[in-house]
T-cell receptor, first 113, second 111 residues
């Protein structure tokens, strides 16, 4: 079974803190994604990576950066957390051959106070 | 206008009923279409792909209408375990970064 693991299920941070969200997948997938999910807005793509060290901005990249130094790991960084970044963050991966079948991690509920 | 729109629901139907919901998309160049299911406080999971000819998987039938730019999901003989949010997903291009999720339709099946 494909496994996408996110480092924390719940996280509470203060405004201005630097926040790291980690994601690891064990299926040797080329593609990895970071989404945020908010009520009524659905999933919105923050960043996408199609290979090691390669990244593309999604729909809402402002205030975020990413790092993909190894194929299995994709990190999301909030440089200076703000209250409007309180959200559910979902990491996903997919293979190049079947890029529409996304496997999601169980999510990190981030609260910024 | 949102790129992918769904009726948020909730749809509240009795067990055994047939329920259907639609999803409209704005990009006529969209290439592939899917339904994902998301249980409460869980991650989304792929339910089924939607093909031009329509496709069926047990009690679930998905259809695509390119002319009117909508896809549909029909659930027959609904079960309590079908209670979930159903996400319409559209791939607007060949890159995985063009995958767009609808905000979901909530379905609740009552005994």
């Amino acid at each position: 079974d494909v496994k996408v693991t996110q480092s924390s299920r719940y996280l509470v941070k203060r405004t201005g803190e630097k926040v790291f969200l980690e994601c690891v997948q064990d299926m040797d997938h080329e593609n990895m994604f970071w989404y945020r999910q908010d009520p009524g807005l659905g999933l919105r793509l923050i960043y996408f990576s199609y290979d090691v060290k390669m990244k593309e901005k999604g729909d809402i990249p402002e205030g975020y950066s990413v790092s993909r130094e190894k194929k299995e790991r994709f990190s999301l960084i909030l440089e200076s957390a703000s209250t409007n970044q309180t959200s559910m963050y979902l990491c996903a991966s997919s293979s190049e051959a079947r890029n529409e079948k996304l496997f999601f991690g169980s999510g990190t509920q981030l609260s910024v106070l | 206008r949102k790129e992918v729109e769904q009726d948020p629901g909730p749809f509240n139907v009795p067990e055994g009923a047939t329920v259907a919901f639609n999803c409209t998309y704005s990009n006529s160049a969209s290439q592939s279409f899917f339904w994902y299911r998301q249980d409460c406080r869980k991650e989304p999971k792929l339910l089924m792909s939607v093909y031009s000819s329509g496709n069926e998987d047990g009690r679930f039938t998905a259809q695509l209408n390119r002319a009117s730019q909508y896809i549909s999901l029909l659930i027959r003989d609904s079960k309590l375990s079908d209670s979930a949010t159903y996400l319409c997903v559209v791939n607007g291009g060949s890159s995985a970064s063009k995958i767009i999720f609808g905000s979901g339709t909530r379905l609740s099946i009552r005994p």
